[in-house]
């Protein structure tokens, strides 16, 4: 068995190699990238801002295709807000605070940037390696889950990172394929019964990535600590100072890099791109909140068929509370998700907690064949 294992971990490895390298040529330079570049910039030159606009777009210009380049910098009537962020350096230093908050992310293509790594490949390099890094972490899941299949874990393996959302996300400069792999690790944590404080180390790293991801890390710390409280009847403390220290830690980012807010997101998002924060106050009424929800949530029926048919297959096939609770946690995070950033058209944002939703699937019809047991976390 293992010489099988031996030969199915090598036949990934070949095609994942081949699918990085694909995913490489169909690289995109989107208009995400000037905003991570001027982070990193600003960085190095806190106090030329002008330098730091001015050598975004040069660099990223030194590689891009046009085509995407054009797309960068807008030059379609409609796209004012790009052409103001490539030539107006006040506009372009007022939208950086949406990407520092990201301080794990871009900490990450700042060292390959000094690794000597070009600028825009700094940003695209960390999705195509996450992205290689995530089909082993699913392989090696898999493999967790059906020790005897080896034929099933490469089939899957192989169907997952084939997936439009995978491949999208591993060929643009975002860091959601970076932050997919640790939700990976996660469930491997959760599969192999790490520790709570080794649990919440990666909750840490989790929410230093993406501090937007508080609501995925509070809501299972949360979780955890009614669980054992049900359970036991004892409060744990322990997860009180946990939830205390990355509320801390996300509040100190926010403030740090003067983050707009979550109304200012919503806003240029999905009602007015502002080319200048500063000068255009947001007005975002309770009634223009529940219009934008209305049009996205028709357009979420798909993923919500999705998420209903796993959810319910998880709740037939199982009645392990533990189970079900992590898997609630994970379909919650969805429409907390799209609660606060509807945006039903791209899937990328919701696909980190939708992937693991399929995950708990295949754990509890792997409890068919074998006698993986999911432990509770103490």
């Not at 190095?44 to 030194?62: A, G």
């Not at 949360?222 to 049900?230: I, P, T």
Request: hydrophobic letters at 50%; aromatic letters at 20%; proline letters at 5%.
């Amino acid at each position: 068995m293992k010489l099988k294992w031996g030969i199915s971990f090598l036949f990934v490895l070949s095609i994942l190699t081949c699918l990085t390298i694909w995913n490489y040529k169909n690289r995109v330079y989107d208009w995400d990238m000037p905003g991570y570049l001027g982070c990193m910039y600003t960085s190095e030159f806190p106090d030329s801002p002008d330098k730091v606009r001015i050598i975004t777009y040069e660099e990223i210009k030194k590689e891009a295709p046009a085509e995407h380049y054009a797309d960068v910098i807008g030059v379609k009537p409609w796209d004012i807000p790009r052409q103001y962020f490539t030539k107006n350096t006040q506009s372009f230093t007022e939208q950086l605070p949406y990407f520092q908050i990201k301080v794990g992310y871009i900490l990450v293509i700042t060292l390959f940037y000094k690794l000597g790594v070009s600028p825009p490949m700094s940003v695209l390099g960390v999705s195509l390696i996450s992205y290689f890094i995530s089909g082993l972490l699913f392989f090696y899941i898999l493999k967790l889950l059906f020790p005897k299949k080896y034929w099933l874990a490469v089939l899957l393996t192989v169907a997952a990172m084939l997936l439009p959302p995978m491949t999208y996300m591993a060929t643009v400069s975002t860091p959601d394929m970076f932050i997919f792999q640790f939700i990976l690790i996660f469930i491997i944590g959760l599969i192999k019964n790490w520790s709570k404080w080794g649990m919440f180390v990666l909750l840490f790293i989790i929410t230093f990535i993406r501090p937007d991801y508080i609501t995925f890390t509070l809501t299972y710390i949360m979780a955890v600590f009614l669980f054992y409280y049900f359970k036991e009847k004892k409060i744990d403390i322990s997860y009180v100072v946990q939830g205390s220290i990355l509320l801390v830690m996300y509040l100190a980012i926010i403030k740090f890099y003067h983050y707009p807010g979550w109304k200012d997101v919503f806003y240029d998002t999905f009602i007015d791109r502002r080319p200048i924060i500063s000068t255009h106050p947001v007005k975002l009424s309770l009634m223009d909140y529940l219009e934008i929800i209305y049009i996205k949530i028709i357009y979420f029926k798909k993923v919500t068929l999705s998420v209903s048919i796993m959810i319910g297959v998880i709740f037939w096939k199982s009645k392990d509370v533990w189970v079900r609770m992590i898997a609630v946690l994970f379909l919650v995070n969805v429409y907390i998700k799209f609660f606060f950033f509807p945006q039903s058209a791209a899937l990328r944002f919701f696909f980190p907690f939708i992937f693991p939703l399929f995950i708990m699937m295949l754990y509890v019809l792997s409890r068919k064949y074998n006698d993986l047991k999911l432990e509770k976390i103490v």
